[in-house]
């Protein structure tokens, strides 16, 4: 008895938290037909949102992939003073608001700012641009591929490493060799997780990009002015785009992770 | 280099005009009533996630029902969702057409919802590792002592899961107090009533206002901070046990 009541409730609150609201959306988009969506989701504007979605997450990916593990190895495999001190600054943006990345930058780059004199100076715009939006996306994203790594590092020791450069190898070819392929999954993973975060970052990015439509303005943005506009179907239509790209993200989370425990 | 330096500036520029000025600006009634408003909801949400949370995880974790494994899966979509897609989400359920008939647009408990949406996996995910760890063995021995289901729970299992309820509790806290996305349709962001912190600064960003920006920010940065010692404070005592 006690078992049905404790799966009720666990079921029933994700129900009324998670899915219902979920299901309402793909409801409410098609309810007045496809129409108003399909024109908002072929809205010059609405395609350019989503293809500087995709550059970004396409910059800042790599870059935090490389950084991860770089990171990753730095924290588990060196002794170094401030190692601890590394390791909770790459937590610092989970623990962070966004906005209050958004607004660090701006104060960074911004007119008044540290370099936002030296960039205005040589004609870079860094504020209200694709380079602020690409850095505050690098920076909310960090943590994800370094979090996987490093419990993963520490698990597999580093006798095989220690085996391999006695055997001759050198740094590269142990870490291509060794390191990489042990670390490979977590890798993926965090990859995964941080893709997710680029796509989704909503935050920060307002902040600094000053949402100017066709020009700075990503999926997540078009998706407020949308709504606020008061064309919601099409909010709901941008929306189911980028909840449809969350799902794929979701299954490859679910595909990835047995994988990972299993090894 | 990328995180250190930006967060120097956002310092710098808060205390810029004096720590005086800092200070009437972070203590100005609007500002106050964001912040106060910002940390009862991730309170609550904290409460109610350290509930639902180990519930969850259990009933993953020691039960056995049809579609188990897609339940599993689906705890993670929070994550994967754009919070502004969530936020949109809640509204077209329980917003001002809801077919449910419940409006909960422009009021706190909006609020409330769309944060427990966001947090709702950071619990479970802590927890079900921990529990799936945990020794059956002790569980056994005490009920065959004699302990009550309740006596097994309080004295046995919640010890060894209470790390990670806890360092879950604080990432869902964190996440609570500077969330944004979720929010900011949902809310309506009238000040003093639905404006929490980070829309608070968001607003002020947008109106050039960037002294009253910068010291709200630079106080949930502080609660940023003081969180993250607590999360690696738990995490030292989690590996000390293992370590014992």
Known sequence: MRRYVLRLTAVGYLVLVLLAPLAMVFWRAFSHGGGEVWSTLSDPNTVHAFQLTVEIAAIAVPLNTFFGIVCGLLIVRRRFPGAGFVNALVDLPLAISPVVVGLSLFLLYGRTGWFGNWFTNHGIQILFAFPSMVIATVFISLPFVCREVVPTLREIGDEQEQAASTLGANGWQTFKRITLPSIRWAVIYGVVLTTARCIGEYGAVAVVSGHIEGKTETATLRVEDAYQNFQQAGAYGISIVLAVMSVIVLVAMTLLKPKEEAR | MLVVLPIAALVWASRADGVGSFWSVASSPESVAALKLSLGLAVLVSVVNAVFGTV?????????????????????????????????????????????????????????????????????????????????????????????????????????????????????????????????????????????????????????????????????????????????????????????
Request: hydrophobic fraction near 55%.
């Open chain 2, 56 to 244: 969850i995880a259990w009933v993953l974790v020691r039960d056995e029902f049809w579609g188990k494994s897609f339940v599993n899966a689906v705890i993670d979509l929070p994550f994967a969702l754009p919070t502004i897609v969530a936020g949109l989400t809640l509204l077209a359920l329980y917003g001002p057409t809801s077919p449910v008939g419940i409006d909960i647009s422009l009021t706190r408990t909006g609020i409330f919802v769309a944060l427990l949406f966001v947090t709702l996996p950071f619990v479970v995910r802590t927890v079900q590792p921990v529990l799936l760890e945990l020794d059956r063995e002790a569980e056994e021995a005490a009920r065959s002592l004699g302990a009550g289901e309740l006596r097994v729970f309080r004295s046995i299992i919640l010890p060894g899961i209470l790390p990670g309820i806890l360092s879950g509790v604080a990432l869902a806290f964190a996440r609570a107090v500077g969330e944004i996305g979720a929010v900011v349709l949902i809310a309506g962001n009238q000040p003093f009533r639905t404006e929490v912190a980070s829309v608070f600064v968001f607003l002020h960003i947008q109106g050039g206002d960037q002294a009253g920006a910068a010291a709200v920010a630079v106080v949930m940065l502080l609660i940023s901070f003081a969180l993250l010692l607590a999360i690696g404070g738990l995490r030292y005592l989690a590996t000390r046990y293992e370590r014992a």
